[in-house]
């Protein structure tokens, strides 16, 4: 959703912490806040990248088998096949061939499908497909059939030496490549092989060992122990261009909204640097912005709020009739219903987020069409969350955090 995309840095990417100079890791990051975890004892973001991870249950979703107490298995082992090219689930026919059965693997998204012979003893069917080969070399074959080259690189005779096909040099130097892809009963065909497992993991703060996300084991439940989100606490950044008719003198015309996810009051501050390089704005030149309002109040979210009301009035389209009354209650309501309305500055203020207007310029000429990302620095000050171990924490009922975001200024 396009109210996600900015991008938030994670304090392990954050390393001066400084709220004046854009940290460089800031261009290379990519996480949006729903990517992000939130430690409420370290009262610090916290990503994939540097939480302590650890798999909590490891199991096959086809047939649910928990698979937790058999380290090293990757694969389900039992009739759960996935498609060699693909990765899709196979579905398995038997015909009754004489005394015995034949099966026919069949993806169901790709041109795969693999048929073993009569089978006469009863017998896993993974046990007969590893006895029939060593799926490595099957993957090889597949693999170097479609080279151009004809003969061997080093680097393939290694491999090739590796897996014993050649047995001594003499061999290997007439071994050539074009030989094994005219020569099809050389080929192996590509066996059927066991479902992917997947796992369920839990992630912990490095800092503090706080569990920030903590699945319960039990393949069948989708449920979580505890779950972290920055979602939770961070507030929302979104960017939005203003109609046309208020760009001026090469200036153009913007709207930041903020949107609060806690069940707090929050004091809001916005600041960015005076020359945005064209590194972190992604564009082809260098910004300034101008930003008249930095300090401003957002009220607390409420439980049980409508979605239109969480919007800000700009994200709000004429594409319902909902979202149009919307637009036009707010437009009459001064300090009504919704409590939207406008201050002197420019500010507007919403159920649970409020929008600054400021405005960019580029140094050289900027195509119109092309919209900047934007760095801002924001801090949050608000009453310290009920759901946070506040015995825990050093700052007392307060919760003050900064944090840098890159925000792209949507159309
Ligand atoms: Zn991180
Ligand atoms: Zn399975
Ligand atoms: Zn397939
Ligand atoms: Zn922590």
Not at 130 to 146: I, V
Not at 338 to 344: D, I, M, Q, R, T
Request: with cysteine; aromatic share 8%; net charge positive.
């Amino acid at each position: 959703m396009y109210l996600y995309n900015s991008i938030y840095l994670c304090s392990c990417k954050n390393k001066t912490e400084s709220s004046v100079a854009i940290p460089a890791a800031l261009r290379g990051t990519k996480l949006t806040l729903p990517d992000l975890y939130f430690c409420s004892r370290c009262l610090v973001l916290r990503c994939n990248d540097c939480c302590i991870i650890e798999t909590v249950a490891k199991y096959c979703v086809n047939c649910m088998t928990d698979y937790s107490d058999s380290p090293g298995t990757t694969r389900c082992i039992k009739n759960c096949f996935e498609c060699v090219k693909c990765s899709s689930p196979l579905a398995i026919t038997a015909l009754d061939v004489g005394k015995g059965k034949q099966f026919t693997f069949n993806c169901g998204y790709c041109d795969y499908s693999y048929e073993t012979e009569v089978i006469t003893e009863p017998i896993p069917l993974l046990k007969h497909l590893r006895a029939k080969a060593d799926p490595r070399f099957s993957r090889l074959c597949e693999k170097y059939s479609h080279r151009d080259s004809t003969t061997l690189t080093a680097q393939m005779e290694q491999k090739l030496q590796q897996m014993s096909l050649s047995a001594n040099t003499e061999n290997k130097k007439q071994f050539h490549l074009n030989r094994l892809g005219s020569n099809p009963q050389s080929l192996l065909p590509p066996l059927p092989t066991g479902k992917h497992l997947v796992a369920k993991r839990s992630y912990s703060c490095p800092g503090c060992n706080t569990k920030l996300l903590d699945p319960v084991a039990d393949p069948r439940l989708m449920k979580y122990l505890t779950k972290e989100l920055a979602l939770d606490i961070l507030p929302l950044l979104v960017a939005k261009v203003g109609p046309e008719e208020l760009e001026l003198e090469g200036d153009t015309q913007c709207y930041l909204s903020v949107i609060n996810a806690l069940p707090s009051n929050a004091k809001i501050t916005i600041s960015t640097v005076e020359k945005i390089p064209s590194t972190f704005n992604k564009t082809e030149t260098e910004l300034s912005v101008s930003l008249p309002v930095t300090s401003f109040a957002v009220s607390s979210r409420r439980e049980k709020m409508g979605i239109l009301e969480s919007l800000p009035t700009q994200f709000l389209t004429d594409a319902t009739a909902e979202s149009r009354a919307e637009k036009l209650t707010r437009s009459v309501t001064k300090g009504g219903r919704y409590s939207a309305n406008y201050e002197a500055n420019g500010l507007e203020k919403g159920a649970n987020w409020a929008t600054v207007p400021f405005s960019y310029s580029a140094t050289e000429d900027l195509d119109c069409d092309i919209l900047p990302w934007l760095p801002f620095y924001v801090t949050i000050e608000t009453r310290m969350p009920a759901s946070m171990n506040r015995a825990l924490t050093s700052s007392g009922n307060g919760l003050k955090l900064g944090f840098w975001a890159l925000v792209p200024v949507e159309k």
